[in-house]
Nanobody, 124 residues
Framework: EVQLVESGGGLVQPGGSRRLSCAASGFTFSTYSMSWVRQAPGKGLEWVSG????????TYPDSVEGRFTISRDNAKNTVYLQMNSLEPEDAGTYYC?????????????????WGQGTQVTVSS
């Protein structure tokens, strides 16, 4: 059974930080590229970071470049997203997604497996 389980979401004040984790099982994690995709209330899916199967390169859209950092630990079948300088527009449900490719994709439709999501709220 394939599973991607996100954790680490919660309430954070503007300017604060949060680290998300995604634990994978049921597939060969080390051969999949991984991404984080978020969805704000009433909006579509937005890709926010990607990491290739080998760990490099790491890629980000302009909206989070310099603030978010993705990493992975293949020995633990886990991918992380460190989020700094959070803004209200960063709020939403964050999903971990896997693609059977050596490189990640910015198109959510390309992904093979998805987690259930973890909610991040940015508010004073």
């Amino acid at each position: 059974e394939v599973q991607l389980v996100e954790s680490g979401g919660g309430l954070v004040q503007p300017g604060g930080s949060r680290r998300l984790s995604c634990a994978a099982s049921g597939f060969t994690f080390s051969t999949y590229s991984m991404s984080w995709v978020r969805q704000a209330p009433g909006k579509g899916l937005e890709w926010v970071s990607g990491i290739n199967a080998g760990g490099d390169p790491k890629t980000y859209p302009d909206s989070v470049e310099g603030r978010f950092t993705i990493s992975r630990d293949n020995a633990k079948n886990t991918v992380y997203l460190q989020m700094n300088s959070l803004e209200p527009e960063d709020a939403g449900t964050y999903y971990c997604a896997a693609i059977v490719d050596v490189v990640c994709s910015v198109d959510p439709d390309d992904y093979d497996y998805w987690g259930q999501g973890t909610q991040v709220t940015v508010s004073s």
